[in-house]
């Protein structure tokens, strides 16, 4: 994994890393898809989440109290990446 990271830097792209009391990640543009998407990694448990345009202007059309449920470490945040996200 650090020699992907390596090539990420050599060109030029920047790595932006957050953290707080409960969160950690790292934010960066990946160029790898069919167009520019953000890809997410929790700092604490490795997963990952890539983000198209849609996807991330879509968070702006959330207000404080529909983002909630998903802050709750309940509903995903305790699941281990094995589990399958589609789960009913």
């Not at 969160?23 to 997410?40: K, Y």
Request: no cysteine; glycine share 8%; hydrophobic share 30%.
């Amino acid at each position: 994994m650090s020699g992907e990271n390596g090539s990420r830097r050599e060109r030029g792209q920047a790595r932006l890393e957050l953290s707080s009391e409960f969160a950690a990640v790292s934010v960066e543009v990946d160029q790898q898809a069919n167009g520019p998407r953000l890809r997410i990694e929790n700092r604490q448990n490795r997963r990952v989440v890539y983000l198209d345009p849609l996807e991330v202007a879509s968070l702006t059309w959330l207000t404080h109290e529909r983002l909630g449920p998903f802050l709750d470490p309940s509903q995903t945040g305790w699941r281990s990446h094995d589990e399958g996200e589609d789960q009913a």
